[in-house]
């Protein structure tokens, strides 16, 4: 079995959203609504805070579950959550807002504007900076702690000690030393605090009156906290089967890399701020904005194969079909703005590792059909052929399907992972039938393979099969004697 495929009040709107429809804002429960529900029970999520964005108004803002664990608190619509890492989309915004004023430009090297850089780093660019393509040498510790003990001088000693990690523009690696170096520039060239510079220039103009700087040791009115299902234990990582308390402190000179707070509801009124011009004056600044960073080999590098580029402070998610750029931050919160599409679409939560970014898309299609999943949106080109033929012929003529294909392209291939992958979607969508066909044909396609075999036998299980499940198990096993789940599978469906 393959487990990265399995692990698949109203006054206060008025006078804080008033973009805010409210026909869309009623307690009348929809699908999303009950779409979300079901996400917040699989994934043990808290609390959950949606905003959605077309023709330049929020036409949905919502908030659901608990804020508060400990004390019971609910979920309103003035919850403000932690962001996280989404910040460095607004440090993208203030560098952009300082080019407008001429007082910069990204393709100028770091070291123009801050003094006492090591020989190496002199000619890294404020461009190379924003998309961690850098090579700088990270200022977090191998415990993801910031150096220096919370001291900017003792941190920033520490990290230059360190060498380059890669030449400048040849791979992504995602970095926060160059987030703190932005800190310092955009407060020596705006004559403020950077906090206070994002505060002015974006907070303020987008009417966001409860987002602000903050950690875990801040009092924050109406804070939803932050959970996590991983405990440290022993050097390891050990998943819970419930939420526990995560505590997360950012000094106050790394807060460029992380350290907002907000509501889905000003986030969303932040998007529209930037999309109607108010927090960039020219369109040329939201499309350098937005633009992935080309590495030397002239490919774009980002997180995974979602969020596959990295622009000046944003995520992009680089495909043909709805592009989006998409920030995310600490596994919890996430926001798309459809590029093509007139549609933006914010979650916040507070459970560090929901990763709503992973199913912000299956909301875009609550409003873009042919976004949903169940449609096909998100499967690699060759299993979307193979859908169209399947849909044609019958999910249980899939070799023919196949053989029809390789006819009409003799360099058609279908990946073992992109196969198994889709099997288990369609189980998740409680296409069982279909799903079976798909890990069959797998096994087909790839005979020696123990993960197909694992995968065709789960599933003949899971719909009562245990005597062709227990042959499964066997040949993957032979295959694979390391697989544990086929071994404990067999034990079970033996009787042994």
């Known amino acids: 079995?393959?487990?990265k495929h399995t692990t698949a009040a109203l006054l206060f709107f008025g006078l804080l959203i008033p973009a805010l429809s409210k026909a869309q804002s009623s307690a009348t429960p929809d699908?999303?609504?009950v779409f979300l529900k079901n996400k917040m029970q699989q994934r043990h999520i808290p609390a959950l805070q949606v905003a959605v964005i077309r023709q330049g108004k929020i036409i949905k803002f919502k908030s659901y579950g608990t804020a508060n664990l400990e004390n019971n608190i609910a979920a309103t619509d003035e919850s403000i959550f932690s962001v996280n890492s989404i910040t460095k989309a607004f440090v993208g915004v203030a560098i952009m807002q300082l080019a407008e004023e001429g007082k910069l430009k990204i393709t100028d090297p770091v070291s123009l504007y801050v003094d006492s850089l090591p020989l190496a780093w002199q000619k890294i660019t404020l461009q190379q900076v924003l998309t961690h393509t850098s090579g700088l040498p990270d200022i977090l510790d191998a415990n993801e702690q910031v150096m220096g003990d919370g001291d900017e001088n003792a941190a920033l000693k520490k990290v230059k000690e360190l060498p380059l990690e890669f030449n400048a523009g040849e791979k992504f690696r995602y970095n926060q030393t160059g987030y703190v170096l932005l800190g310092d520039i955009i407060t020596k060239l705006s004559g403020m605090h950077f906090t206070k510079f994002i505060e002015d220039k974006q907070f303020k103009v987008a009417g966001m009156k409860l987002t602000r700087f903050g950690d875990s040791y801040d009092v924050i009115p109406n804070s939803a906290g932050a959970y996590t299902m991983t405990k440290y234990i022993a050097g390891q990582f050990i998943r819970n089967s419930s939420p526990g308390v995560a505590y997360m402190q950012f000094p106050v000179f790394f807060r460029t890399a992380a350290g907002i707070l907000?509501?889905?509801?000003?986030?969303g009124n932040w998007i529209i701020a930037l999309k109607g011009g108010k927090l960039l004056k020219q369109q040329s600044s939201i499309e350098a904005l937005w633009n992935p960073a080309i590495l030397k080999n002239g490919k774009i590098g980002g997180f995974n194969s979602l969020t596959n580029g990295y622009a000046l402070g944003w995520?992009?998610?680089?495909?043909?079909?709805h592009p989006a750029v998409g920030p995310v931050g600490g596994g919890r919160s996430a926001l798309f703005v459809y590029l093509k599409d007139d549609l933006s679409i914010v979650v916040l939560t507070n459970l560090m590792g929901s990763n709503p970014e992973q199913f912000i898309d299956e909301i875009a299609g609550f409003y873009i059909p042919e976004m949903h999943e169940a449609n096909g949106f998100g499967l690699p080109p060759a299993i979307q052929k193979l859908r169209v033929e399947l849909l044609k012929q019958g999910f249980n003529n899939s070799a023919s399907a196949v053989a029809?294909?390789?006819?009409?392209d003799p360099l058609f291939t279908l990946d073992e992972d992109d196969l198994n992958g889709w099997g288990y979607r369609l189980l998740n969508q409680k296409k069982a039938?279909?799903?079976?066909?798909?890990?069959?044909?797998?096994?087909?396609l790839y005979p020696q393979s123990a993960n197909t075999y694992d995968s065709y036998g789960e599933v003949l299980e899971m719909m009562g099969d245990n005597k062709n499940a227990l042959l499964n198990y066997k040949k993957s096993l032979a295959l694979n004697p390391k697989n544990k789940n086929a071994a404990d599978r067999i034990k079970v469906l033996s009787g042994k």
């Open 1 to 3: 079995m393959n487990l």
């Open 31 to 33: 699908s999303i609504d």
């Open 262 to 267: 907000s509501t889905a509801g000003e986030m």
């Open 315 to 321: 995520p992009t998610v680089t495909r043909a079909q």
């Open 404 to 408: 029809n294909l390789k006819k009409k």
């Open 433 to 444: 039938v279909e799903a079976l066909s798909i890990f069959k044909l797998n096994v087909a």
